[in-house]
Structures are given as C-alpha cells and as structure tokens.
C-alpha cells in the first residue's frame, strides 16, 4: 500500500451511507442539468473523482458538501448528511485521517525510499505504478486513482504559505521506473516543484555511510495549532501515529537524514545530471 492506496484499485468497498451520499449528489446535479464534467469544473474536481463519489466508492473531501451546495441549489442536504458518512469496518481510517490533516498541515515533512510520493508524481510515473499492481486494476479504477492523486498534489500550489520538505534516496530515479522517457518528464517535474519556494527537496546519496532512515519512509506533519503528527506505511498496512514520544523521536531522524542527504543546491545538480545522462 503506498500513499493510501488499497489493495486491488485502492478503492474501499462502499458503505451504505456512502452509496446513499453518492446517489443524492447524482440527483441535485441531474437536476441541476450539468455533466460529470461540468459540475466537477464547478466544485474544482474531475470528472472521474465525481462519478467516484456518486457512485459510493469514494469518501467526498470535508470541503466537498459546502462546494457542492453553492452549485446545486443550496438544499442543505449533503450538508446535513455529511457527518454521517463512513467507511465499511476494517478500511484504511488511518489513511484518511492522515489525508484530512494533510489538507490544513502548515508543515509536510516527507522521507521515502521505494518510490517517488504521491505529490511528485508525473501523470506517466503515477499509471505505470497503477497498471503494474498486483491484483490488477482495471481502466475506471486506473482512472479514479489518477484522478485521486491529482487532485491531492493540488496542495503544493494551493498552499503557499506550507512547506513542504522531501528527501528522495537517489536509486529512486535511477530505477528508471516506466523507462527512460518517463524518467527524463519525472525529473523535469520534481526540478520544476523544486522552484516552489516553498517546497524543498534533497537526495540521499546512494553511497551514504550513515542514515538514519533505514528503519523505512515516514511523514510528518505539523497541523495549525502546531501539533505534529507522523505516518508510516507498509506493503497492507499503514501506522497513524500521534504519540508524542515517537513522533518526536521520527522528527529526530528526519533532522539527522536532513543532514546527511545532499543540500538543496547539491542536489538539484544531482538531478540536472541525471537528466543529462538519459
């Protein structure tokens, strides 16, 4: 499981409260006369996260309901029936609260060591993890984890005022994963977030004596009431964690990798050269 992807297509079995929601969004919207694609242009979604979510299959952001009244005629109704929401027993809540607070986080630290995060990826890099997951996944459920995933990496841009921090272990884009070509756009990208001022983003040396990350990836986060927070994921399972003694001791070993990773300057020379060499 890798950014809250589960299992085959990474879309949970829908509730009944989810199907309920879904099916009361289809309506308004029908009889509000818009497409998928319209009302998603609409509320700022695509149009497959919006069949996702009419569908039941998809639990609506906490922004959702107020986006979507202002479109659909301001019933009230799926602002009433909101809280009611859930997940069949036994699905990723940890995930989606990590994703809730990730949303408001004013700070994101991110380590990882298996792959390029969610937030960097290129559309490319992204469908050749999707398609290469075991059991598969078909087309629709291709397309609403795509669709899942861009609207996430939405946060770089429409958060300028959080900062965002990434330390990416080299052989990630020497594994040439999809091939050269999306190789070369992937780190076209990632030089291109780079320029963000608020993102950074360094590169642990393949050939590193110490590190302080061989534990596994983690993230961290920092909420606005300055609270921090840490989530670490494994191939079925990802760990939610609050306790302040292990968050503090994860924020230890960032600080520590922080230093033994490449500076930002280094490595983005790193990547230019990587480039150059494809």
Not at 31 to 56: I, M, N, P, Q
Not at 67 to 84: D, H, I, M, Q, W
Not at 205 to 226: F, I, K, V
Request: include cysteine.
């Amino acid at each position: 499981m890798v950014d809250g992807v589960v299992g085959a297509g990474g879309e949970p079995e829908a509730s009944d409260s989810l199907r309920t929601f879904g099916a009361v969004v289809q309506a308004l919207r029908e009889h509000a006369g818009l497409s998928r694609e319209e009302f998603g242009d609409l509320v700022g979604l695509s149009k497959h996260t919006v069949a996702s979510v009419e569908l039941g299959r998809r639990m609506p952001d906490p922004t959702f309901p107020d986006r979507a009244e202002g479109v659909l005629g301001n019933t009230g109704a799926l602002r009433k029936s909101a809280p009611c929401l859930s997940r069949q027993p036994g699905l990723a809540a940890w995930f989606r609260r990590w994703a809730r607070l990730e949303a408001t986080a004013i700070t994101l630290y991110t380590y990882e060591c298996r792959l390029i995060p969610g937030l960097l990826q290129t559309e490319a890099y992204a469908r050749t993890l999707f398609t290469n997951q075991l059991p598969p996944m078909d087309d629709e459920q291709i397309e609403a984890q795509w669709a899942a995933r861009a609207e996430r990496q939405r946060l770089l841009r429409e958060r300028p005022n959080t900062a965002f921090a990434f330390i990416l272990e080299e052989h990630l884009f020497r594994r040439h994963t999809g091939g050269l070509e999306v190789t070369r756009k992937l780190i076209d990208h990632v030089l291109a977030i780079a320029e963000l001022r608020n993102v950074e983003i360094q590169v642990m040396p393949t050939e590193q004596e110490t590190h302080a990350g061989l534990d596994g990836p983690m993230r961290l986060l920092e909420t606005p009431e300055n609270k921090w927070f840490a989530y670490c994921e494994g191939q079925e399972s990802g760990q939610f964690i609050a306790d302040s003694k292990v968050v503090s001791m994860l924020q230890m070993r960032y600080a520590r990798m922080r230093s033994q990773a490449l500076t930002l300057k280094d490595s983005l020379s790193l990547l230019q050269r990587m480039r150059g060499e494809l």
